[in-house]
């Protein structure tokens, strides 16, 4: 596997600080939170989604829904994200040694005042080379199921016994904890009436607020080559690496794959 998410007691805290700095720790101890529900599935997504408030449930079906983990019958659904359709560079901020501790107390108090709301946690696979599997969590508010259906939708199913074996056998990217986002669609700061999206790329975490546009939970872990966290400069090696090989596109991360038939 390419990144760490579990870990011996002895490696816990300041002897690890890539996995265990002052921001990083605050963003994921939120998805270990009571008020946390963790999603099991694409299919639980996906009613989760269609069941949201504000949902519009189309006719059209979902090709190759049972492939992808969906009830058969799964029908494209459709919500309104208001205002913003395109990605926001002037609200991105890249946290480094000048602003680290800074950001960290900025999102200790946005996450506390999330605490009396209900939150879903996703988790999901990106990549297939086996150079280059990350796994990543995704936590967002009630009221946001659909974000979390399609951002699980666009990656790996982490519950797929297909995924999860390439997951294991992936190569170890030494140093590089899972990926962890938390958005809080709702929430604007006085700092950042706009919204903000912050990357901590030598940490592997990001924090997303005022931010309902799904591009940012899909390509926001991506957002320059400045803000690549190591783990994902490595996938993108490991892509050009797949690539001159002339392997097949399954192989170099797709997007809505289906696993072969086990």
């Known amino acids: 596997m390419s990144t760490k998410y579990n870990f011996k007691r002895e490696e816990i805290g300041a002897v690890s600080p890539q996995y265990y700095s002052r921001l990083r720790s ?3 101890a939120a998805f270990y939170r009571n ?7 694409i299919a639980e997504a996906y009613e989760l989604a269609k069941n949201s408030v504000g949902t519009t449930v189309t006719d059209l079906p979902v090709v190759k829904a049972e492939e992808l983990g969906l009830p058969k019958d799964a029908k494209v659904l459709l919500f309104n994200d208001g205002f913003i359709t395109g990605r926001q560079a002037r609200l991105r901020r890249l946290v480094d040694d000048t602003n680290r501790d800074k950001y960290a ?3 200790r108090e946005v996450i506390f005042g999330g605490h009396t709301k209900k939150w879903y946690h996703g988790i999901a696979y990106v990549g297939l080379a086996h150079d280059f599997m990350l796994r990543a969590h995704l936590l967002v508010p009630e009221g ?7 951002w699980m939708l666009n990656f790996q199913n982490a519950d797929n016994e297909y995924f999860t074996k390439l997951y294991k056998e992936s190569k170890l990217i030494e140093g590089e904890g899972d990926l962890f986002i938390y958005s809080d669609p709702d929430c604007y700061t ?6 903000l999206a912050l990357f901590d790329k030598d940490n592997n975490c990001a924090v997303l607020l005022g931010m309902r546009y799904f591009g940012e939970h899909k390509t926001g872990p991506l957002p ?3 803000a690549t966290p190591p783990a994902m ?3 993108r090696d490991s892509t050009s690496k797949a690539a001159n ?3 097949s596109p399954s192989s170099v991360f797709p997007v809505l794959v289906s696993p072969p038939s086990l």
Do not use: M
């Not at 946001?144 to 399609?150: G, K, M, P, R, V």
């Not at 006085?190 to 919204?195: I, N, Q, R, S």
């Open 26 to 28: 605050t963003i994921e």
């Open 35 to 41: 008020n946390v529900h963790t999603v099991k599935n």
């Open 105 to 107: 107390g900025q999102v």
């Open 144 to 150: 946001y199921e659909n974000t979390l259906y399609s």
């Open 190 to 195: 006085k700092d950042y009436p706009d919204g």
């Open 224 to 226: 320059t080559d400045t």
């Open 233 to 235: 400069a490595a996938r």
């Open 245 to 247: 090989r002339k392997s």
